[in-house]
Structure formats: structure tokens, C-alpha cells
């Protein structure tokens, strides 16, 4: 059974950062990718940036701004939120997944706010 465990969320000042951490509970080399996810008040989920084992994925509003990055050794995904603005305000939730024997779990989220 795959847990996660987020933390890293709070409230920042537009322009400033924040890096959250995603624990996992078994080895995240075993999963075909981990990622982050980010829900704002009265919109859909949304994917933020995704990993695999040699390969980041990223969306479009995101670019250059954020970065994902993973440490196998301790089974934890970061994602490093630079120059943040108000509408990156949301709940952001881990995911991980695999093809076989398949996986795909959420986290219970953290909460991101951007205000001055």
C-alpha cells in the first residue's frame, strides 16, 4: 500500500518561494512517475509538473518557475516554487503512479497561498 505525505505548503508573498516535500512510503524508483497536482477554489485538479526516472514534465504555467526534482534514497519528490504569483494559490496534492501492478494515489494536499 503506497502512502504520501506532503508538507512544505503556507502562505507566501508574491515573488517569493516555497518547496514542498512528498514522502512516500515505499520506494519511489519502483513507480513509473510521481508528480504534483494543484487545486484552486472552484476549479478542476490540475497537473503541475510530473517525474519519471529520466524525464520531467511541466505545464505551461509553470515554466521556469517551478522545478520537481526527486531523491531516491530518501523516497521523496520535491517540487521548488520560485517568483510565485496569487493565482498559484491552491491546494497542491502528490500522485504517484504505476503501470504494473497498478498504482495511482493522492496525498491529502497542502495549501498553497500567494497574498500580499
Known amino acids: 500500500q503506497v502512502q504520501l505525505v506532503e508538507s512544505g505548503g503556507g502562505l507566501v508573498q508574491p515573488g517569493g518561494s516555497l518547496r514542498l516535500s512528498c514522502a512516500a512510503s515505499?520506494?519511489?524508483?519502483?513507480?513509473?512517475?510521481m508528480g504534483w497536482y494543484r487545486q484552486a477554489p472552484g476549479k478542476e485538479r490540475e497537473l503541475v509538473a510530473t517525474?519519471?526516472?529520466?524525464?520531467?514534465n511541466y505545464a505551461d504555467s509553470v515554466k521556469g518557475r517551478f522545478t520537481i526534482s526527486r531523491d531516491n534514497a530518501l523516497n521523496t519528490v520535491y517540487l521548488q516554487m520560485n517568483n510565485l504569483k496569487p493565482e498559484d494559490t491552491a491546494v497542491y496534492y502528490c500522485?504517484?503512479?504505476?503501470?504494473?501492478?497498478?498504482?495511482?494515489?493522492w496525498g491529502e494536499g497542502t495549501q498553497v497561498t500567494v497574498s500580499s
Open positions: 500522485n504517484a503512479r504505476r503501470i504494473y501492478p497498478p498504482v495511482n494515489v
Open positions: 515505499v520506494s519511489i524508483f519502483s513507480l513509473s512517475s
Open positions: 517525474i519519471g526516472n529520466s524525464n520531467t
